[in-house]
């Protein structure tokens, strides 16, 4: 079975979306099918992913970059507002990218949605529509893109989860923000507890995202203070060896993939965070991961 991770934190501006578009991307070029959702209303990955492969939304105003893109209809909404009766229909919510990476576009528009909508039945949306279609069988990795706040849209991607990632950037605020991360994440197998009984969720792991090849002496003490800390050794959290390097090019063009880019150092970078992506998911489930070779 393919493993449904979610990349969150409570505070934004970390590279979450970056590393789940990084790590995903990586992912399909190296042959894995790879599904990516996105469950934050502000939909900065669908962008991303769109100018990519030259899509845009039905309600996008006509540009001089956009002009011959093609009109996407896919979008999360349509899993958030079906029943359990009537069902969301995959073709019409999957687009294909290609032959290994295909997307859940987001949809600004979600944002109207989180007052609308509540109870349990659509907060099991996303997970009931991943088990309706076996798309872990589909899929190898199924990553899902958060918005940085504990709300309908966290709980219900967590609740389709096997695993989270969350992706930090040293300073003052990092620490609260994994605190925040954790007290949440234990807030919800307590409300859900049947769900987590029989199918836990587990860590992956904190990976330090945007960091200078050479950091500051300010950046490497914040990781210092964040490494020890005694609060968050309470968390038993596993940190990657591996830090996510600043590429000044990530930030200029939302279109940009390292994997396609021409920097030598990220590639490397990307590659040795993905292998140790993959040890932490055999470790974390060496049995499935045995199954699936």
Do not use: W
């Not at 992913?49 to 093609?70: A, D, M």
């Not at 009931?128 to 309908?152: A, G, H, R, V």
């Not at 234990?186 to 792991?205: M, N, T």
């Not at 300010?218 to 591996?242: A, H, M, P, R, Y």
Request: aromatic share 12%; proline share 4%.
């Amino acid at each position: 079975m393919g493993h449904v991770i979610t990349f969150l934190n409570m505070k934004g501006g970390v590279g979450k979306t970056t590393l789940c578009k990084e790590i995903g991307y990586y992912l399909a070029s190296r042959g894995d099918r790879v599904l990516l959702i996105d469950v934050d209303p502000q939909a900065n990955l669908t962008q991303s992913i769109f100018k990519k492969y030259r899509f845009k939304h039905t309600y996008e105003r006509e540009n001089e970059e956009n002009r011959n893109f093609k009109v996407c209809t896919s979008s999360i909404n349509m899993v958030f507002n079906h029943s359990y009766i009537e069902k969301a229909d995959k073709e019409n919510v999957i687009l294909n990218l290609s032959d290994n990476l295909s997307i859940i576009p987001g949809d600004l528009n979600t944002v109207f949605l989180e007052r609308t909508l509540g109870g349990s039945d659509k907060e099991q949306a996303l997970k009931n529509f991943i088990e309706d279609y076996n798309l872990t069988d589909d899929f190898k990795y199924i990553f899902l893109d958060c918005p940085p706040t504990y709300s309908f849209y966290t709980t219900a991607a967590l609740l389709a989860s096997d695993f989270y990632v969350s992706p930090i950037y040293p300073d003052s605020y990092s620490i609260l923000g994994l605190d925040l991360l954790f007290k949440a994440i234990e807030k919800l197998k307590s409300v859900h507890r049947e769900r987590f009984k029989y199918r836990p969720i587990s860590q992956i792991g904190v990976i330090f995202s945007n960091i200078p090849r050479t950091p500051s002496t300010g950046v490497q003490n914040f990781i210092d203070e964040i490494l020890t800390s005694e609060k968050l050794k309470e968390k038993e959290i596993f940190f990657f060896t591996n830090f996510f390097s600043k590429n000044s090019h990530i930030p200029k063009d939302v279109g940009y993939f390292i994997v396609d880019g021409e920097s030598s150092n990220s590639k490397m970078n990307i590659e040795v965070i993905v292998e140790e992506f993959d040890e932490r998911i055999v470790q974390l489930c060496p049995q499935n991961t045995a199954n699936q070779a």
